[in-house]
């Protein structure tokens, strides 16, 4: 696969704890989403594992031969945000993006995020699904959880 040396080398770090009923779908949309949108770019899916006690890592081993996947495991701590800031702290990629492997944000415009850090040269920019312009529709009990821990 010859790449875009123009374009930076891209971090992809994505959480989970305990989503075995989700995890291939949610791996099979992000997957076709990261090869759609940057199938000429050098990346890294960087899949964090935070002391999940289901069969969550199980599942996420089934694709341990994509060279492109790296695995980061935590089975007793010490939390989420201080995991987050280990494999941040591993990624290679000049840009490093972190998003729920529930995808609770559309990632049909992370390209564009991604191309806005370039160009302005932002150091740091946030997708909001509280935005009026966010589209995904979600489970209203899930919607209120997020508005209380968020």
Do not use: W
Request: aromatic share 10%; charged share 25%.
């Amino acid at each position: 696969m010859s790449y875009d040396n123009s374009y930076p080398i891209l971090s992809f770090v994505v959480p989970y704890y305990n989503e075995q009923t989700i995890i291939r779908e949610s791996m099979a949309e992000i997957i076709r989403q990261l090869k759609a949108q940057f199938d000429t770019c050098a990346y890294e899916l960087i899949l964090v594992n935070d002391s999940s006690n289901d069969n969550s890592l199980d599942i996420i081993k089934q694709f341990k031969n994509m060279p492109e996947v790296n695995f980061v495991n935590f089975s007793t701590g010490p939390s989420h945000r201080e995991n987050l800031g280990v494999a941040m702290s591993q990624a290679k990629g000049d840009i490093i993006c972190y998003f729920d492997i529930d995808l609770s944000c559309d990632m049909a415009s992370l390209k564009s995020l991604i191309d806005a850090v370039r160009r302005e040269g932002f150091d740091i920019a946030v997708g909001n699904r509280y935005d009026p312009l966010f589209t995904l529709k979600r489970n209203p009990g899930r919607k209120h959880i997020s508005k209380i821990f968020n």
